[in-house]
Structure formats: C-alpha cells, structure tokens
C-alpha cells in the first residue's frame, strides 16, 4: 500500500498543480457531490444526442448477414432460476404473457404467439458492451412502437419501465427504462428470435428488448411486463435501471 | 572627462556581462490553455485507463469479443507451477509484463488487472467511475482546445508562431541534428519556436487530439446511428478503441519527448515562461562578439 501510494504521487507530483488535485481523485471519486457534478456530462451527453437522435431516426447502422458474429456472446444473467421463470420454460413459453400497463388507455397482454403474429422487423446490429466488446447478431422481434400505440400512452407518458425475470442482486429484479424518442425508433424491438433461431434462455427467452442506438445493459433480457411511467423514481434503486442503481448512466448512447 | 568618471570606459577590453535579456514569450490564452489541457489529458489518461481495464483487449473491426482476433491483450495467468504471471500479447508476441501489465498488486495482493491501480482513475476497478471523469473531462478537453484554437485564429498565433516558415522547412535537416546532438538554439534563434518543435505541437493539436476526439465518438452507438461516415473512416467501432488506444500512446510519447526537452533547455526558464509569460533569451555568444 505504502509502495503503492509513493508510486502514485511521484507520478502526480510531477505534473504540477493540476496533477495535486488529482492526488485527492480516489477521495473525490466516493463524494456525492462530485458525482452530481461529473454527472453534468451525462446529461449534456444525453441532450446533445437528443438534438441528433429522435423517435424518427437516424437508425443505428446495420450489417449484412455474413458479418453475423460465429456464436453471440452471452453477458449478465444468463439463467433467471427462479420457479416462476422455471414454470415459462417448462410450458416452452406458452404460458408466457407480455403486459402492457401502466400510464396507458388499454392496458394489454400478449402471448408470444400473438407477438409474432404481428408485423415483424428483422435487423442485423451490432451490440456494444459498456465494457469495451461488440458482437453482431440478427435481431427479429416487434416493434415497441406498435404494441404503445395499440395501448394508447395516457397524459404525462414519458418513460418506458422494462420489468424483468432476472435477478442480479439488490433485493429487486433486473429492470430498465427508456425515454419515448428511443420508445418509438423503428429499431426499437421486442426480439423474440436471434440469428433465426427461438430466442436463447441465455439471451433473455422469450422477449428481449433491443435498443440499438445504446449500450447493452439497456438491451433488457427475460421482460415480462412494459409499464409506461410518468417516472422512475420509486422503482428499484430509483434510477431507472439495474445498472443506473450501480452508478452507471441511464442514458448509455455513449 | 567622462573617461574619467566611468571606470568602464577605461576598461574596454574587459565588457560588462550582456544582461540576459527577457522577453513575453506566451500570452496569458496561452498559459491557460496550457495548463487547462495538461490536467484534462492526464485525468482522461487515467480514465481511459480505467475503462480500458473493463475489458483489456484490443480488436480490429466492426465487432470483437473474445473469440477474436487480438491486435493486444493484457491478462493473467497461472504458470505450469501454478504461479500466477502477467501475460501481454501483441499481434500473436507474448510478453511477460507481471507487476505492470495483466497482473499487479493492490495491498501486496496480486490482481489480475491490464493497467496497474496507481495509474487509473479511479485506483480500484470501478468502470461506471472511470466513465463518469472522463465523459466529464471530455466535453472539458473539447472546450478548451476549441477556445484556443478559436483565440489562436483571432490572434493569429498559429501563423506567427506555429506554421513553419519556407525557410525553417529548408532548414530541418539542420534541426533534426541539433535535437539529436541536444544543442539548443541561442539567442534570436531561441525567441521563436524551430520547425521540429511547430511540427511536433502541429501534429499532436491537428492531428493527434482530433483523433482521439474522433475515434471516441465512433465508441458511441449513439453518434455512430447520427454520423455512420465514422465507422467507415476508422474501419469500425473497435478499430476505432484500438487506434483511441494507440493515438493516447503517441500523446504520453509526446509528453515524455516534451518534458525531456524541456528539462534540456532550462527547466527553470521554461517552466516559468508557460506561468508567468517570461522567458529568459539563452546568450548567444557568437553573435554578441563578432570576433569569437
């Protein structure tokens, strides 16, 4: 530790006035209010992307079927276990039902097979890891603008809450939420199917949503139920999603 | 009879010592900007790190992930005897880089990490950290540099003192041999930057901070849907993390090459010629006795 610490500030030390208020980082890094002034870039990341990326467009670049990763790498929950999930697997699926509720004038629920009875959109991207990795896959599913509209969004509708099977810890189930510009893009699917294939448990069988202008832990596996919220505030950690809660940014187009 | 009076006079051939003569050689913009860059590169420097070490391999492409190709990698693991090592791949070359690379140690504990603690930001493996400083002091970085480039521009620092002139490109085989044998120019020489020095900040502002500006933005799924031109500059999302990666090596290599100059050439001097604006000329001798 000692080592450590000489080595660090020798490094530091010798940059001058700017390097000692670097000296204090690790202490800055767990303040509150520093993390409330860092988290101005989010903000301003999520605004200027805004000014470039509405509900209409642009789409996220799409490729062509012989740049399909070999397998699609699996990451987070790759088995939800619990006896409810159990049950769905054991029915194949059947018995599974996609609510849509909350601020909505129909609330609504589909079996997977009503699902794929509406039009489809099938769409080769890439997903890109906040850690650093991206792998392409085919993605064919419905699109969440079609299921809203069907729903109608009641006054003061402006997120989208993914409520999910999986528990990755935090006494709460895996959840996610996206704002309506991203809600309505016509890349906005609900995937029941990869590379052609039935969705893999490993890749949130039945549904998963897909996101393509954003990070992958947007990309909600296993969801069960939409629930369209005029906030996100009083669900699970309160920041709009199982990652958020962990300090990463709810907006992750970037 | 003034002869008389000034003991000088009547000592002509023992001169005074010339005064050094000081002159303003960077404006206050200048300064600023300077520092201001200085703190915002090394803070993204260690973020960058930091986020790097979220996944610690390097790829070439649209997609990568493990089963890959690697243009680099960083890693630990266990030898034949169980020992745990730090392993770096470069194009296929393993190196041993234990304690720097792949494996270091946190408390006296080995951790198999790809940049060792002291040198991310922040120190403990924390990627949702490292994201929130350098986004932050990424909007601060392109602030700045398009402040001074814009002051530059107004002022017309970048023709007066950065573009080389005809005749310092005629002369740079003369400068590449004087920074080789460490002289430093003297005198007129010394009040205005030579052409390997305007090359070398030409570069790293014009091409070298673009670049990494640029490739960042291809990281972003984001700006890749509102400018898809990115992708196909840079051959891909990863091949832009790649050569993000490789263009922030280039700028620690400039840094390196700058501070050694800089301590050849009068630390002292220097560094209080980018805080207060003064420098003080190096006498050239030759020039000042016609007769040496």
């Known amino acids: 530790m000692a080592n450590l610490i000489t080595r660090r500030n020798a490094l530091i030390g010798g940059v001058g006035a700017g390097g000692l208020l670097l000296s204090g980082c690790d202490q800055l890094s767990h303040s509150p209010s520093v993390k409330r002034v860092l988290d101005t870039a989010a903000t301003v990341n999520y605004r200027a992307q805004r000014l470039l990326l509405t509900a209409n467009g642009p789409l996220a670049p799409e490729f062509k079927p012989a740049d399909i990763a070999p397998t699609f790498r699996a990451n987070g929950s790759t088995y939800p276990g619990t006896d409810e999930y159990k049950r769905l697997m054991d029915s194949n699926f059947s018995t599974y039902r996609l609510v849509v509720e909350g601020l909505v004038h129909h609330p609504l629920s589909f079996s997977l097979d009503d699902l794929r009875k509406l039009p489809a959109r099938t769409q080769i991207t890439r997903h890109d890891c906040v850690e650093g990795w991206s792998c392409i896959g085919q993605w064919t599913g419905v699109q969440l603008g079609l299921l809203l509209k069907a729903a109608g969004l009641a006054p003061g509708a402006a997120y989208v809450v993914f409520r999910c099977a999986d528990d990755m810890g935090g006494g709460y189930l895996y959840y996610e939420s996206i704002d309506l510009a991203d809600a309505f893009h016509p890349q906005t699917i609900l995937a029941y199917a990869l590379n052609g294939q039935p969705l893999p448990v490993a890749h949130g069988a039945p549904i998963r949503l897909r996101v393509e202008r954003q990070l992958g832990y947007k990309q909600a596996k296993y969801v069960m139920r939409i629930q369209v919220t005029n906030s996100f505030k009083d669900i699970g950690g309160g920041k709009g999603g199982f990652w958020e809660d962990q300090g990463y940014a709810w907006y992750a187009g970037i | ?292």
């Open chain 2, 1 to 292: 009879m003034a002869a008389i009076d000034s003991p000088h006079v009547i000592a002509p051939t023992k001169p005074a010592k010339p005064k050094r003569e000081v002159i303003y050689r960077h404006r206050l913009w200048v300064r600023i900007a300077h520092w201001l860059n200085a703190w915002f590169l090394l803070v993204l420097l260690m973020s960058g790190l930091q986020i790097f070490n979220a996944h610690s391999e390097l790829y070439w492409g649209a997609q990568g992930f493990e089963i890959f190709p690697k243009v680099m990698s960083m890693h630990a693991a266990h030898t034949v005897s169980g020992r745990m090592v730090g392993l770096t791949t470069v194009f296929g070359h393993r190196f041993v880089t234990t304690g720097l690379f792949g494996l270091s140690t946190i408390h006296g504990d080995p951790v198999g990490r790809g940049f060792p603690a002291w040198i991310t930001l922040p120190s403990w493996q924390d990627l949702a950290t490292g994201r929130r400083w350098h986004f932050f002091f990424a909007w601060l970085f392109v602030l700045n540099g398009l402040g001074y480039v814009l002051w530059s521009l107004f002022s017309r620092h970048f023709s007066r003192d950065l573009i080389p002139t005809g005749g310092d490109l005629r002369g740079i085989g003369r400068s590449i041999l004087d920074h080789i044998l460490l002289r430093h120019p003297k005198g007129e020489a010394a009040k205005r930057y030579n052409v390997l020095q305007r090359l070398a900040y030409l570069i790293v502002m014009f091409v070298l901070l673009p670049l990494m500006v640029l490739t960042g933005m291809t990281m972003s799924p984001g700006l890749d849907a509102a400018f898809p031109q990115l992708l196909w500059v840079f051959d891909g999302r990863q091949s832009a993390r790649t050569i993000h990666f490789c263009v922030a090596g280039l700028i620690v290599l400039f840094f390196v090459i700058h501070i050694v100059e800089v301590i050849l050439a009068g630390p002292l001097n220097e560094l209080r010629s980018m805080i207060t604006g003064h420098y003080a000329v190096p006498p050239d001798h030759k020039a000042a006795d016609p007769h040496g």
